[in-house]
């Protein structure tokens, strides 16, 4: 038995659907006795309506990058939650940053709030204004991840830099696409994924991840890792094995079995 985790945005859905050729190749994959899941950044609220939407199968969803995680029937196994004050000085941080906007994520649930409505909102931009006030979502006390919308990739670097020297030990910044991923010390993929490898009691050796962005090394080094081809030459020089599609992946992967 083999495992692949894969990326979601920029690996599985590199266009508005997932690809046929790769809904096929992981029912494929699965029916020869094989697990897949998804292992992502965003929320589960919001994979849960990408999967509605194009309609792939798993065994497996790790969401917030490594911080929540779900069985193949979407129970939930672990959430971990940020250290609830270090987590209001990192939102008072990015008030006075120049991005685009905030969100929120309680562990299932997204909130965002803008910053600046002057800029497009890349990230963000199909997704209204939390309803609720800020203060209310804060009170219930559960930060699983904070998102920080923006089009300045220099502007990453520099917030993910000042999380991880300033906030080592309660928080870690990945830079993403259009954003900077904010979740609790010690969350990564490769993390995530080294519970499921203990909760399914998986041989280690078996495991596969593909993903395109920084975020992913993590599980990519860990793991069998693979890339996709548009990614950044540095990660493709890092990593090694390029792929144009994770059904590219999944072929490669059966022809070992």
């Known amino acids: 038995m083999k495992i692949l985790a894969s990326d979601y945005d920029g690996t599985l859905r590199t266009e508005e659907l997932v690809a046929e050729k790769d809904i096929e190749a992981i029912a494929r994959f699965r029916k020869a006795g094989n697990l897949f899941g998804i292992v992502t950044g965003r929320s589960m609220e919001s994979l849960q309506k990408e999967i509605e939407r194009n309609g792939f199968t798993y065994d497996f969803i790790i969401t917030n990058n490594g911080g929540v995680i779900y069985d193949g029937d979407g129970n939930l196994l672990e959430c971990m939650f940020m250290e609830y004050n270090h987590a209001l000085d990192i939102i008072s941080y990015i008030k006075t940053l120049d991005c685009v ?137 890092q990593i090694g094995v390029v792929y144009d599609s994770v059904a590219d992946c999944i072929n490669e992967i059966m022809k070992e079995m």
Do not use: W
Request: hydrophobic fraction near 35%.
């Open 101 to 237: 906007s905030y969100v929120i994520n309680d562990g299932y649930h997204r909130y965002k709030f803008s910053v600046d409505k002057n800029q497009i909102d890349h990230k963000y931009g199909n997704m209204p204004d939390a309803s609720d006030a800020e203060e209310t979502i804060l009170d219930r006390g559960k930060i699983a991840q904070l998102v920080v919308s923006l089009n300045d990739t220099i502007l990453a670097e520099e917030i993910a830099h000042y999380i991880n020297a300033n906030f080592k030990g309660y928080a870690t910044a990945f830079i993403n696409v259009n954003c900077v991923d904010i979740v609790p010390h010690g969350v990564s993929k490769a993390e995530g994924l080294y519970y499921i490898e203990d909760h399914f009691g998986l041989d280690h050796d078996a495991i596969y991840a593909i993903g395109d962005s920084f975020n992913d090394l993590p599980m990519l080094e860990e793991f069998h890792g693979s890339t996709l081809s548009h990614a950044r030459s540095v990660i493709k020089e």
